[in-house]
């Protein structure tokens, strides 16, 4: 049972730390959590209460996680379905948290875990049961209901998780006790372990609760930070070193007319191109990293697209664009910024065509998240370099002069600095860039 406590804890701390601002995250972790006491209570049972001298002491404890394992595991279960489906507004989920809770109450009043602590199952199916069975619903519902691929195959790794092992724990820990089988339980273990095995190949793989382990992401905000501070320091250092440079061609420049020496002259003129040269490409490298303080309001995404496509519309040649605003998207957020992502974004998507094809904007929304996809139908993204396009200066760009693999890392940057966060479908066909945004993040 040590290892069931370990998986469950381990499970809940990795979802936990990863996306703690999330309330489908806090009670997904809450779910392994007071699961994990079930196997903690029996690890303590069989093997410190035998040599303890304060038994009635560590009968306490044991008595106390297994109630909270037997009784609030099926709450937070059905908690954080009805908050992972989005079924329910988040203002009614904070009533039903605490209206789900009575029957918890009830059992704590009417079979208290002190003197003598015994778990009626008889009765607990009652509510216990209802809550499962509504919980695995709920999720099964949110899944069928989802129609943005990336989302759906999110929601199906999900249930793949929690689905199993919270009906079997309803059958072994309930159902089969009631019936006074009481053994079954401890194939609980065997269960816990093969879906944290798949928690972790969908948490690096594919995302489970809209969230992907990546480890640059992890810091990206710190990270990005960095280098805008370091960034500018470097360009204020480089401006100086200009400006004298420009001073000593000047002083030069007036020697060399007061000496007629026409070849100094010359020399001179190619300082100055170089030093000219050094100070535009100085200029354009400081526009394509300056981060400007947020002007954020509402907004109508349609709009800020539109915008965007005229700015550019001259350079599209061969390419055509199609849009399909399906769904009204209004977010809280600085315009400027999102018309320079899209306007990035766009602009990488021509440059995958050279000879021609066609970019598609398609606006829609899920249960929680507006949907903002930019596709093309260019050769696609290699898997060696998929992992890498947000990373800042990383560039495939063949004119590594003009492209310094800034473009997509302010992308990034700018959408998770507004809550939302970008994913990525590349294939031979092309590439989609998915931006998603949390409705109750934007909607005000």
């Known amino acids: 049972m040590l290892v069931l406590f370990v998986l469950l804890w381990l499970g809940g701390a990795i979802v936990l730390l990863i996306d703690y601002k999330n309330s489908a995250s806090k009670w997904a972790s809450a ?9 903690l209570s029996v690890v303590i049972e069989e093997n410190m209460m035998p040599y303890s001298a304060s038994s009635t002491v560590v009968k306490l404890i044991v008595d106390l996680l297994s109630f909270i394992c037997h009784y609030v595991t099926p709450y937070a279960f059905l908690m954080f379905s009805i908050t992972y489906s989005g079924l329910i507004s988040p203002n009614r989920q904070k009533r039903f948290a605490y209206i789900l809770s009575v029957p918890i109450l009830f059992m704590a009043i009417n079979y208290p875990i002190y003197p003598t602590y015994i778990v009626p199952y008889h009765i607990a199916l009652w509510w216990v049961a209802p809550y499962i069975v509504f919980g ?15 989302l759906k195959r999110n929601r199906f790794f999900t249930n793949l998780i929690f689905i199993p092992p919270i009906l079997f724990a309803l059958i072994t820990n309930y159902i089969l006790r009631a019936f006074g089988d009481h053994d079954s339980w401890r194939y609980n273990k065997d269960m816990i372990i093969i879906s ?45 070193d200009i400006s004298k440079l420009q001073l000593f ?10 000496q007629h020496d026409n070849e100094l002259l010359s020399n001179i003129q190619n300082i100055q191109e170089v030093v000219q040269h050094l100070q535009a490409t100085l200029s354009k490298f400081q526009s394509k990293i300056t981060f400007r303080s947020s002007e954020k309001k509402r907004e109508n995404m349609e709009e800020v697209m539109e915008e965007s496509i005229s700015s550019i519309r001259h350079m599209l040649n061969q390419i055509q664009i199609e849009t399909n605003y399906d769904s009204t998207i209004i977010l809280y957020c600085d315009k400027q910024q999102f018309k320079e992502v899209f306007v990035n974004m ?25 949907i903002i996809q930019i596709s093309d139908t260019g050769t696609g993204i290699d898997k060696q370099t998929l992992p890498h ?12 002069s003009q492209n310094y693999g800034i473009g997509l890392a302010y992308c990034c940057y700018v959408v998770q600095q507004h809550g939302g966060f970008i994913d990525v479908e590349s294939t031979k066909c092309g590439t989609t860039f998915s931006l998603k945004f949390p409705k109750c993040s934007f909607l005000k």
């Open 389 to 400: 396009i947000f990373e800042p200066f990383f560039t495939t760009k063949r004119n590594k």
């Open 136 to 150: 695995v619903f709920s999720l099964v519902f949110s899944y069928m209901k989802e129609t943005h691929p990336i």
């Open 346 to 370: 766009i602009l990488n998507a021509i440059e995958a065509m050279p000879n021609g094809g066609a970019i598609r904007i398609h606006f829609q929304e899920s249960f929680r998240y507006h």
């Open 196 to 240: 944290f095995s798949f928690f972790i190949v969908s948490l690096f793989k594919y995302g489970i609760l809209h969230i992907r382990l990546n480890i640059h992401r992890l810091y990206w905000k710190q990270s990005m930070q960095s280098i805008f501070i370091g960034t500018a320091m470097l360009n204020h250092k480089l401006k100086n």
């Open 31 to 39: 779910v392994a959590f007071v699961g994990g006491f079930g196997g």
């Open 249 to 258: 061609c000047r002083r030069m420049e007036q020697y060399a007319n007061e």
